[in-house]
């Protein structure tokens, strides 16, 4: 137990410098490109924190986040690495659009059911493909994976300037906007925060339930630490790793549904920037721990949306955000090699230095 | 008066986390055949791979001849006359004997080019100096251990060694091929001077060979003693630090039903070559079979296709009466089957996963563990560790330490507890006690007749023929995938053993 508590002590102290140290060098860029840093970062926490409608947008945002690095955990955890969530929440999002449209005048109820099941399936099956692929025929997934969501955003900019297009003149690749009667309702004015994060919070819970908690979830874990060792031990690993890779697709899937149903009533391609990716690199850093990646995304959350803030008072680029998440993921990722190196010369000098000491006190002369 | 040759003063060798050599000074001498026994991790081949160079000490220094080794590296070494033979010989398999015995330090034409004529009359010379008979001119892969083996040790001579360190040499070798070797070694040290620094934990050999021997427990040298004034029973203890009781194993109960049915299978290896041809077995409850064969035979195909890990190509399987040909692993385990595999840290735990879930795999769904909406119950699952941790003397830092950091030994009897436990009436068991400690061994070797006298049907395989003798109702020997005899253990010797093992003779089936 106290190992594992050293373990998550380490973890969380390399996390805090390189989240300093992040900050310490983006500072150094601020300062080269003529911003005062001081100043930008209080911009940036006031983009955050200085407005309940930022604290909404905050909180939309870490969703997003958070739902993508869990889906992203989900897959990670039994061994598949699922790099194609953006091509699944696009597809997700213009299906489930396309639905309300199509459906205009049902009831409401039917209509958001509907839309959430056929983002649930449209994303699912897109990720269905790539797992039988890996588990079948041993096709590295992160290939399928990354040329899939090629597939799926062209498909997109095909279907929104073809036959889903808006009839609006004002909107030149979009689909229709969708009757208000079927948004998700808003929590707080002038912002994009809606009631599917209560949605998305339930789900949060059981993906996080499913894999801390139960023997399903640590079988996962097995799959993922030695398959061979699972199957061994009578695990139907492939029907479990397919599973888990349609279940992360499904995940992404819906937060397309949520971003058109809660956020931009309209799928256009402004529904996700890399949105997935921003995910994923969350999940890196926590390591595909679920509470660690739900926590670690309202952190940068909160950071991408201060940055945008800082862009629109400061007048400094929010590319900032990028510069420190990469360095964060960058000083995360270089953790275990810089700490086994300062362990390991630690252990040679306590040797050389016992060695020693055994020398002087011995009777043997030289 | 003897001459010393090798010296190590004050020698440790710090890796991260392990001191794997402390303080250690000795001196082994000209022309004598010195036996360094230990544990597995006791440290014993990394002294040796200090003396070849292939670390460097952390402290102290080693002498060869009086002179200081001033730089630690192979080629430095073999310059000083020191030749290694490693466990897992370093040969070129498509090249011919004389080929690889010339590598690096080949004959040339003209100074440029290689003189392969030279190589093989340089061979051939050097084969009838020391009298290791083996042909230059056949290809490494198609020769047998045994005569790799001798490839090896030509490789070393033809450099100029004269101090020959051999890794567990006789690991690999049936005991007639051990036999041949030793007399090899006591010829080239009576009549060339040589000096031969052997490292084994078979004390049998020690006693038959060695001048000297030299006992290494956890890093330190405890002991060295002329061999003519100590028995096995006392090397071993100073071993283990402590006396080891060779308990007489008690079997009782006679053969009941057929609970193994293995017939005409056959397998590929990895390369899709044959690796299993048309073999058949059975196995009893009540009984422990053996199988005696020389790594690479076919065995491990053969026990892992039983257990579901294998396709099988052609043949049937059968477990307690149920066909189970190609079936998975789950429902080979629902037939009745539980299974130690020989590899462990590849299928027989997790590494990463704590010792306590390494110990419920396979139950994780069991009533007692799982509570509504498929919780896992934790403290009774560390309820039901500790007790397995308990029973079957599991010594480490406790359940929840990652299994991966155990020593070998006690992962082995993390995987033992846990298969042994799902009391299933039949065992499959490889290599129960590969790299496991002299201590451990006695324990897991009466765990496995206590289950063959509760009536379990035990297959079991292990590259210690002493081990194989000593379990064993009955030993079937395997060779290039076939079973070549089929033997009563109280009714056969292990030199009769060793003759089917490598082919030599065969039983007409």
């Known amino acids: 137990m106290s190992e594992r508590m050293q373990q998550r002590l380490r973890y969380l102290a390399f996390l805090v410098i390189s989240i300093l140290l992040a900050f310490g060098i983006g500072a150094i860029v601020l300062a080269v490109t003529d911003h005062e840093p001081l100043a930008a970062y209080k911009a940036m ?150 009631t599917a994060i209560f949605a998305a919070a339930v789900i949060a819970f059981f993906i996080w339930y499913v894999m801390q908690r139960t023997s399903r979830g640590y079988e996962m874990k097995l799959i993922g630490q030695n398959p061979r060792f699972a199957r061994f031990s009578g695990l139907r690993n492939d029907t479990v790793v397919i599973l888990c890779m349609t279940i992360s697709g499904a995940i992404c899937g819906l937060v397309g549904m949520f971003r058109v149903y809660g956020a931009e009533h309209i799928f256009k391609s402004g529904i996700s920037n890399d949105y997935y990716f921003e995910g994923l690199m969350v999940a890196m850093i926590a390591r595909y721990q679920p509470l660690t990646t739900i926590l670690l995304s309202l952190f940068f959350a909160a950071l991408k949306i201060g940055a945008e803030g800082m862009q629109a008072s400061a007048g400094v680029s929010n590319h900032i955000y990028l510069i420190i998440q990469t360095i964060i993921i960058f000083f995360m990722a270089a953790e275990s090699g810089i700490f086994t190196a300062i362990e390991n010369r630690r252990m040679q000098k306590a040797a050389r230095r016992a060695a020693l000491a055994r020398r002087e006190g011995g009777t043997d002369n030289e | 008066m003897s001459e010393p040759v090798v010296e190590f003063r004050h020698i440790s060798m710090q890796f991260p986390g392990v001191l794997a050599n402390d303080d250690i000074s000795l001196t082994v001498n000209k022309g004598e055949v010195f036996a360094l026994v230990g544990e597995n991790g006791a440290g014993k081949s990394t002294l040796m791979n200090l003396l070849y160079g292939i670390y460097t000490p952390t402290g102290g220094e080693i002498y060869i001849r009086g002179r200081r080794v001033e730089r630690y590296n ?86 100029g060694a004269d101090i020959l360190i051999l890794d567990e040499p006789t690991a690999v070798l049936t005991p007639q091929e051990t036999d041949e070797l030793f007399a090899v070694l006591r010829r080239i040290v009576a009549e060339k001077q040589m000096t031969v620094i052997l490292i084994t934990h078979k004390l049998g050999e020690v006693m038959a060979i060695s001048d000297r021997v030299g006992v290494m427990r956890k890093g330190r040298l405890v002991n060295v003693k002329n061999t003519s004034e100590v028995d096995q029973r006392q090397i071993a203890s100073m071993m283990v630090g402590r006396p080891v009781l060779y308990e007489a194993l008690e079997k009782t109960g006679t053969p009941g039903e057929l609970r193994i049915e293995v017939a005409h299978l056959r397998c590929l290896d990895e390369r899709g070559l044959p690796a299993v041809r048309d073999l058949s077995l059975s196995v009893r409850s009540g009984e422990v079979l053996g199988i005696a064969a020389v790594e690479g035979n076919g065995q491990s195909e053969l026990i892992e296709a039983i257990a579901g890990m294998q396709h099988i190509e052609s043949g049937s399987v059968k477990i307690c009466g149920k066909d189970v040909t190609n079936r998975s692993p789950a429902e080979i385990r629902a037939a009745g089957l539980a299974h130690v595999p020989e590899d462990r840290l590849a299928t027989g735990l997790s590494a990463e ?6 110990l419920l795999t396979g139950r994780q769904r069991e009533k007692r563990f799982r509570k509504a909406f498929d919780f896992l119950d934790r403290s009774s699952v560390a309820r039901y560790a500790g007790e397995l941790y308990e029973r079957f003397d599991i010594r480490g ?78 030993i079937v020997t395997i060779y290039e995938g076939r079973v070549t005899g089929e033997f009563v253990t109280d009714q056969v010797t292990r030199e009769e053993v060793g003759y089917y093992m490598t082919g030599a003779r065969e039983v007409a089936q």
Request: with cysteine; charged share 20%; proline share 3%.
């Open chain 2, 353 to 358: 996963a704590s010792v306590g879930e390494n």
């Open chain 2, 74 to 159: 192979p080629k430095y070494a073999i310059d000083q006359g020191v030749g290694m033979v490693h466990q897992h010989f370093m040969l070129v398999p498509s090249f011919t004997a004389a080929q690889n015995i010339v590598m690096r330090k080949e004959p040339k034409k003209l100074g440029l080019f290689y003189d392969n004529a030279e190589a093989i009359r340089q061979t051939r010379a050097l084969v009838e100096e020391y009298g290791l008979e083996v042909d230059p001119t056949e290809k490494v892969a198609d020769l047998s251990v045994g005569l790799q083996q001798r490839v090896e040790i030509l490789k070393a001579l033809y450099r």
């Open chain 2, 397 to 474: 830092a406790g359940v929840d330490a990652a299994a991966g950091d155990m020593s070998g030994g006690n992962m082995q009897k993390v995987v033992i507890a846990r298969e042994f436990n799902f009391d299933t009436p039949v065992l499959i068991i490889a290599q129960p006690t590969r790299g496991v400690d002299v201590g451990a061994i006695e324990f897991i070797h009466s765990r496995i007749i206590e289950k063959r006298n509760a009536g379990c049907a035990i297959l079991l395989c292990s590259a210690d023929l002493d081990e194989v003798f000593r379990l064993s109702d009955r």
């Open chain 1, 45 to 194: 926490f006031q983009g955050a924190f200085s407005a309940p409608r930022h604290i909404g947008d905050v909180l939309e945002y870490a969703m997003v986040l958070a739902l993508c690095g869990l889906a992203c955990d989900l897959g990670s955890r039994v061994g598949i690495f699922n790099v194609g969530g953006e091509g699944q929440l696009l597809l997700g999002a213009i299906v489930a659009c396309q639905v309300g449209v199509w459906l205009k005048g049902s009831p409401t109820w039917l209509v958001m059911v509907l839309a959430a099941l056929a983002a649930i399936v449209v994303g699912g099956v897109y990720a269905f493909i790539p797992g039988v692929l890996k588990v079948k025929v041993k096709v590295n997934e992160v290939i399928t994976t990354i040329m899939l969501n090629t597939v799926a955003a062209l498909l997109c900019s095909y279907l929104v300037k073809g036959p889903w297009q808006s009839s609006s003149k004002y909107v030149t690749a979009g689909t229709e906007k969708l009757n208000a009667q079927y948004w998700f309702g808003g929590l707080i004015k002038g912002s994009k925060l809606s």
